[in-house]
């Protein structure tokens, strides 16, 4: 059973499983979103630029991030909503066939008096390529019960 908001301690950390983001990913990603930059979807656009291959949406690689830890929702809090994001960062560039997975500690808790929810929580959230770089840092609050 997820941890209740009063159950929660600052320091709780989670690291999820991996996985590889494909060009199958980026390119549904690019007809979802709508967002068809050549830099994410042209070999033949980015090889003259700085990554040389067609690099991740970083909207897709938050996506990703909320997923996987949504995934592990049995170590986070009994979840009421996703309630947003502070100093969202895209550091690294991911290209096809990039292993990532994602940490994050909570860093504080902020107790909220509302019909449903304990407080809102704040995570220090990272998304970890295979390379061990940071290709993703933010700040994810949420809801808790």
Not at 81 to 90: E, K, N, Q
């Amino acid at each position: 059973m997820a941890p209740t908001f009063d159950e929660l301690e600052v320091g709780h950390e989670v690291v999820t499983h991996s996985r590889t983001i494909t060009e199958a990913d980026v390119r549904n990603f690019a007809g979802v979103s709508g967002d068809f930059n050549p830099l994410h979807l042209s070999e033949e656009y980015t090889a003259d630029t700085q990554f040389g291959e067609p690099i991740a949406h970083g909207a897709l690689l938050f996506a990703v991030t909320s997923g996987l830890l949504w995934q592990y929702r049995h170590e986070r809090p009994d979840v009421v909503a996703f309630y947003g994001v502070d100093s969202l960062r895209f550091t690294e560039p991911v290209t096809m066939g990039t292993t990532v997975h994602a940490e994050s500690e909570l860093l504080e808790k902020e107790p909220r008096d509302h019909p449903v929810a304990g407080g809102v929580v704040r995570y220090d959230t990272r998304l970890i390529t295979d390379d061990g770089d940071d290709a993703l840092s933010c700040e994810m609050l949420t809801l808790v019960r």
